[in-house]
């Protein structure tokens, strides 16, 4: 299976709440459905500062994460990329997917000129904390 990375879409807002939805902490506060999701999307979307993509295999959306670009005076006004909000459809857990869709923020960070990425994640998500290096 082929995996695109690629900015998400309107059409793209169900599946992808419907992964944040997929799991303990999601099932209690995301709402699928729910027309705010659409409403966020355009903002996000609308935003030079914020990229929310997804991973796409033949047309299906199997992962998704958020980039948010944050220019700051420390370091030289240096800019840096918050990576948020990844999620692997659960189907394709476990097989490398979530791993390559950091790498690929990494990679889109530097590209856009970022000295430091940061990745946040809830607490109680201890596979997330795991010890990793994606530089």
């Known amino acids: 299976m082929k995996i695109t990375i690629r900015r998400a879409r309107a059409d793209d807002v169900h ?35 914020q990229l929310l993509a997804v991973a796409d295999a033949d047309g ?38 979530g791993e390559h869709l950091i790498r690929w923020a990494v990679d889109e960070a530097r590209a856009r000129g970022c000295g430091l990425v940061q990745l946040t994640t809830d607490a109680s998500r201890v596979d997330a904390h795991r010890r990793r290096t994606w530089a």
């Open 15 to 49: 599946p992808i709440v419907t992964m944040l939805a997929d799991d303990p902490l999601g099932a209690r506060r995301e709402k699928p459905g729910d027309p705010a999701y659409l409403k966020a999307f355009e903002v996000i979307d609308a935003d030079p500062h």
């Open 60 to 97: 299906e959306v199997v992962g998704t994460l958020q980039l948010t670009f944050t220019s700051g005076l420390s370091r030289l006004g240096m800019t840096r990329a918050t990576i948020e909000a990844v999620r692997v459809r659960s189907d394709q857990r476990g097989n490398g997917l």
